[in-house]
């Protein structure tokens, strides 16, 4: 099967071109001009092609509250905001602390083919806080292990996990949240956190992801550790980069002004490894009760678009590294870039579309957004994954 792009501008981490796009048997075949290829042609005249987007940070709700989203909806989320391959959060009912979990979930995402979907296990087992013994029976398919939602309060346990991880290849998602803290300093919460999991992953040559880090302590404690060459990588969202000193209710919370700058400084430095939504739905009736968390799959591209491409001049090179080529690296997928050999994952964008944010016409179950009437520029057209598409207007 082959499918063959013409007439399109062509972006990755590496820059832009212009060139057709060769697609056989799920992977991209051969870039460059004048192409001798047969199949579907397809004109993305006035469009660009950039690859999929790669999200580390996803929750689906699925095993357990399915009122809020499942997997078949999540994907249908990911794929129309121009994602093939999401990472779930373990903080499902059950918590997912075991194979069988995970297996559930892959084999649901499976058989529907929208979106690669990758499960974390949780650090500690059914988020106890204690044990980490149940580490030692994940198979090598399990890449990432994360507590998010909640933050792992002991350190020698987070070491523990450490160990194990580092053993077995696993990389430790930081939901950095010092729980007895952030109920009156979320603040502090959130950088003593990160300064303890930096320093334990640099003790003991541990893999680290920041999740969605916030503020602008945080975030030089992450610099720090770059600098020092540590194994630390860090996200940022969509949210962060938009909003300041509103209180719509997320974890960690909007901040202020300066620490929404201070991550666009990050990111113009090329300190981010990734955009990642931290994709939260909930229902009407628990966001009312105080549940933290938005949808974010639907608007991450047109949000990173407005504010970083049109309002702060980054190029859309650095925001495919961002969005694709970095998540990728981090989950080790042979995704997001524009080459030969790569998986055949790729979205079309419209570039000069602007739209408004409805979240009456998301596919998520999910309506929480602080979006909602909000003017973006840049809109997902179509999606394609591994050369057959999963998402046109
Ligand atoms: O706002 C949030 N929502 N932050 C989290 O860490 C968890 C998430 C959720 O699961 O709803
Ligand atoms: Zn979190
Ligand atoms: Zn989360």
Request: aromatic fraction near 6%; charge should be negative; include cysteine.
């Amino acid at each position: 099967m082959e499918l063959w792009i013409q007439n399109a501008k062509l972006v990755d981490e590496t820059g832009e071109w212009f060139a057709d796009l060769l697609i056989r048997d799920g992977k991209i075949a051969a870039v460059g001009q004048g192409l001798a290829a047969g199949g579907e042609a397809l004109d993305a005249a006035g469009l660009t092609v950039m690859p999929a987007f790669v999200d580390l940070h996803c929750h689906f709700r699925d095993p357990g509250y399915l009122q809020k989203e499942d997997i078949e909806t999540g994907c249908r989320a990911a794929a129309k905001g121009g994602y093939t391959a999401v990472n779930l959060m373990a903080n499902t009912n059950p918590v997912c602390s075991s194979m069988e979990t995970v297996r559930y979930v892959r084999e649901k995402a499976q058989k529907l083919g929208l979106v690669e979907v990758h499960q974390c296990v949780s650090v500690t087992e059914g988020f106890d806080g204690k044990t980490v013994s149940h580490l030692q029976a994940l198979d090598e398919t399990v890449k990432l292990i994360s507590e998010d939602g909640k933050g792992v309060m002991s350190n020698h346990v987070m070491a523990q996990a450490m160990k194990i991880a580092k053993e077995k290849g696993l990389t430790v998602l930081s939901h950095a949240e010092d729980m007895e803290i952030s109920p009156y300093d979320y603040r502090l919460a959130e950088n003593i956190a990160t300064i303890q999991h930096v320093h334990l992953a640099q003790s003991l040559g541990a893999r680290l992801h920041l999740c969605h880090v916030s503020t602008v302590e945080a975030m030089q404690e992450v610099i720090r550790a770059k600098i020092c060459k540590a194994p630390v990588t860090c996200e940022v969202t969509p949210h962060h980069l938009w909003f300041y000193d509103t209180d719509y209710r997320v974890n960690p919370p909007i901040r202020t002004k300066k620490d929404r700058d201070y991550l666009i400084w990050a990111i113009e430095n090329g300190y981010v490894d990734a955009i990642a939504t931290d994709h939260a739905p909930h229902t009407p009736e628990d966001k009312k009760n105080g549940a933290p968390g938005l949808v974010g799959l639907e608007t991450a591209f047109g949000v990173c678009y407005t504010i970083l491409v049109r309002e702060h001049g980054l190029s859309l090179a650095a925001l495919s590294r961002l969005l694709s080529a970095g998540p990728a690296r981090i989950l080790g997928l042979k995704k997001g870039r524009l080459q030969p050999g790569y998986d055949a994952d790729l979205v079309l964008v419209d570039e000069s579309r602007e739209w408004t944010v409805r979240a009456a016409e998301f596919a998520s179950k999910g309506r929480n957004t602080p979006f909602e009437g909000v003017h973006l520029q840049g809109k997902v057209v179509r999606t394609i994954k591994g050369g057959k598409t999963t998402y046109q207007e």
